[in-house]
């Protein structure tokens, strides 16, 4: 069973920064090569892929994201971090974790491709609005 849980959502103006944090436990699963990922759902929009980092520290983010949204991880403490800085109201979206489930670990690419809800474990996500 994993266990996912975002926090650190609010609410900002254009400009400003936040920072998610998703606490995750593992217990029976035993990942080969831990990958973790952010998402995020607009509202009337399909959840997408934001940033994934794997068990290395290599990262892939989304173009729309690229250079204001940095990814990282603490494995000691099971933290995944999302730091968002200069942010407007296109990031106004609920932000999710979330760890693949399938074994071989996917590659950066494939996981953040992939926002169907039987190809990840997630959380329950955290809401950021922007206001402009």
């Known amino acids: 069973q994993v266990l996912l849980a975002e926090s650190g959502g609010g609410t900002v103006q254009a400009g400003g920064s936040l920072n998610l944090s998703c606490e995750y436990s593992?217990?029976?699963?035993?990942?080969?090569?831990?990958?973790m990922a952010w998402f995020r759902q607009a509202p009337g929009k399909e959840r997408e892929g934001v940033a994934a980092i794997d068990s290395d520290g290599n990262t892939k983010y989304a173009d729309a994201v690229k250079g204001r949204f940095t990814i990282s991880q603490d494995n000691y403490k099971k933290i995944l971090y999302l730091t968002m800085n200069k942010l407007n109201p296109d990031d106004t979206a609920m932000y999710y974790c979330a760890i693949p489930r399938g074994k071989p670990t996917p590659s950066l690419a494939t996981i953040l491709s992939e926002s169907r809800t039987g190809f990840h474990y997630w959380g329950q996500g955290t809401q950021v609005t922007v206001s402009s």
């Open positions: 593992l217990y029976s699963f035993t990942p080969y090569g831990l990958s």
